[in-house]
């Protein structure tokens, strides 16, 4: 439950480098793996972000990835730290789940450092094999391939 309001939109370019420097602290904690500021700004249709209302601050950002027509991903989920466990990432991820059940896909994965957030959320955990190599296309740009240590955890929507 959160301890305050949020208000949950479609990110837009004005909210990049604010996203970049978000995701980019994450990454320095450990909690995810960096990503490139020209890359957000190619997926910017994938990401919300929340906002606290009373002053339009960034609270934290996440982003669903359509992979085929029947798997999408969670990705960059990353709320700022002083608002951690307020159900910012809750909300966020809720919100990509039910985006993606309104398109119709039946099956949601993340790779992540934190999965028992997601266990949290009735995601189970995935071999990476299952996943098809579709996924692998953006692995391939990362600097910990083939070494990736990050954990699948998937939802099943049906």
């Not at 480098?17 to 602290?25: D, E, F, N, S, V």
């Not at 890359?39 to 209302?53: M, S, T, V």
């Not at 896909?105 to 995935?126: E, Q, S």
């Not at 094999?129 to 049906?158: F, G, M, N, Q, T």
């Given at each position: 439950?959160?301890?305050?309001?949020?208000?949950?939109?479609?990110?837009?370019?004005?909210?990049?480098?604010?996203?970049?420097?978000?995701?980019?602290?994450?990454?320095?904690?450990?909690?995810?793996?960096?990503?490139?500021?020209?890359?957000?700004?190619?997926?910017?249709?994938?990401?919300?972000?929340?906002?606290?209302?009373?002053?339009?601050?960034?609270?934290?950002?996440?982003?669903?990835?359509?992979?085929?027509?029947?798997?999408?991903?969670?990705?960059?989920?990353?709320?700022?730290?002083?608002?951690?466990?307020?159900?910012?990432?809750r909300t966020l991820?809720?919100?990509?789940l039910a985006d993606?059940?309104?398109?119709?896909?039946?099956?949601?994965?993340?790779?992540?450092?934190?999965?028992?957030?997601?266990?949290?959320?009735?995601?189970?955990?995935?071999?990476?094999?299952?996943?098809?190599?579709?996924?692998?296309?953006?692995?391939?740009?990362?600097?910990?391939?083939?070494?990736?240590?990050?954990?699948?955890?998937?939802?099943?929507?049906?």
């Open positions: 439950m959160t301890n305050m309001a949020i208000e949950l939109v479609r990110a837009k370019p004005a909210d990049v480098k604010a996203m970049y420097g978000l995701i980019r602290t994450s990454a320095e904690e450990g909690q995810m793996l960096p990503r490139a500021l020209s890359d957000l700004y190619e997926c910017l249709r994938d990401f919300l972000i929340a906002r606290d209302p009373a002053d339009g601050a960034l609270l934290g950002c996440c982003a669903l990835h359509i992979v085929w027509d029947d798997l999408a991903e969670v990705r960059s989920l990353t709320v700022r730290a002083d608002q951690r466990s307020h159900g910012v990432g991820v809720a919100q990509c993606a059940r309104a398109l119709g896909i039946p099956r949601v994965f993340a790779l992540t450092y934190v999965p028992a957030f997601f266990h949290k959320l009735g995601f189970h955990d995935l071999d990476k094999e299952a996943l098809p190599h579709k996924v692998w296309s953006d692995c391939l740009r990362c600097h910990k391939y083939p070494d990736c240590d990050e954990l699948a955890v998937a939802i099943d929507l049906v």
